[in-house]
C-alpha cells in the first residue's frame, strides 16, 4: 500500500525556471509533511516541512503548498538553479516517528 | 549545527561476519533512527529510539541488532547478514514533539 506517491519519477526544468514536484498521500491522518532533497551516496537533507492546518509554507525559494481536500502537497522551486538537481523526496507522517516516504522524483536543472 | 555523523561511510561485509555501524548527534534530539535504503526507492523506517528506548521495530530480522547507549549515539550490530541487505543504511534524529528529521550521510553496505 503506498500510502505516499511521486507520480512523476523525473522532471528537467531549464535554470531560473520554476520547478513543481508534486506529491500525492492516501492516508488523512498523516498532519505534517517533509520535503527532503538528495544526492547520490548521501542522506537526505531537510528543504522546507508543512503542517496540515496551513495550505502553504515559504522558505527563499522554496514553497510547500498542502491542498487537504485533494490529499496533495506540491513544492516550488523558484528559481531553478544547476544546484537543485538532485532526487527530491516528500514524506508524511501521522503524529508518530514513522515517516512514510515517496518514490522521489528526480530533477534537472539544464544550464 | 544540524549535523547527523555516521561510520563508517562505506562496509563490505562476508555473510558469516559481525559489524557494527555507529551514528552519532549533537543537537540534543531525543528520538533517533535507522533506514534502509536500497536503489531507486525511498527510505524505510526500521528503528525508532526515543529517550534511549527502543520505540519502534518495524518488524525487522533479528540479524539487525540496535543500540542506542546514550541520547547522543545509535548502533546497529549486524551478523549473519544476507547479499539481500545491501543497502545505504540512513541514520536521522529529531527532538521530541517536532517533527523533522535530520539525516546523516548513510553507511554504504555490501555484503558478500
Known amino acids: 500500500d503506498q500510502q505516499v506517491k511521486q507520480n512523476s519519477p523525473s522532471l528537467s526544468v531549464q535554470e531560473g525556471r520554476i520547478s513543481i514536484l508534486n506529491c500525492d498521500y492516501t492516508?488523512?491522518?498523516?498532519?505534517?509533511f517533509l520535503w527532503y532533497k538528495k544526492y547520490p551516496a548521501e542522506g537526505p537533507t531537510f528543504l522546507i516541512s508543512?503542517?496540515?492546518?496551513?495550505d502553504k509554507n515559504e522558505d527563499g525559494r522554496f514553497t510547500v503548498f498542502l491542498n487537504k481536500s485533494a490529499k496533495h502537497l506540491s513544492l516550488h522551486i523558484v528559481p531553478s538553479q544547476p544546484g537543485d538537481s538532485a532526487v527530491y523526496f516528500c514524506?508524511?507522517?501521522?503524529?508518530?516517528?514513522?515517516?512514510?516516504f515517496g518514490t522521489g522524483t528526480r530533477l534537472k536543472v539544464l544550464a | 549545527d544540524t549535523e547527523v555523523t555516521q561510520t563508517p561511510k562505506h562496509l563490505v561485509m562476508g555473510m558469516t561476519n559481525k559489524k557494527s555501524l555507529k551514528c552519532e548527534q549533537h543537537?540534543?534530539?531525543?528520538?533517533m533512527y535507522w533506514y534502509k535504503q536500497k536503489a531507486k526507492k525511498p527510505p524505510e523506517l526500521m528503528f525508532v529510539y526515543s529517550y534511549e528506548k527502543l520505540s519502534i521495530n518495524e518488524s525487522v530480522p533479528s540479524r539487525f541488532s540496535p543500540e542506542c547507549p546514550n541520547s547522543s549515539l545509535l548502533n546497529l550490530h549486524l551478523h549473519a547478514l544476507q547479499p539481500e541487505d545491501s543497502a545505504l543504511y540512513l541514520c536521522?534524529?529529531?527532538?521530541?514533539?517536532?517533527?523533522?528529521?535530520?539525516f546523516g550521510p548513510g553507511t554504504r553496505l555490501t555484503v558478500l
Open positions: 543537537m540534543g534530539h531525543r528520538a
Open positions: 508543512i503542517s496540515s492546518i496551513k
Open positions: 536521522a534524529s529529531s527532538q521530541e514533539g517536532v517533527y523533522t528529521q535530520y
Open positions: 492516508n488523512s491522518m498523516f498532519d505534517y
Open positions: 514524506a508524511g507522517s501521522g503524529g508518530t516517528y514513522k515517516y512514510i
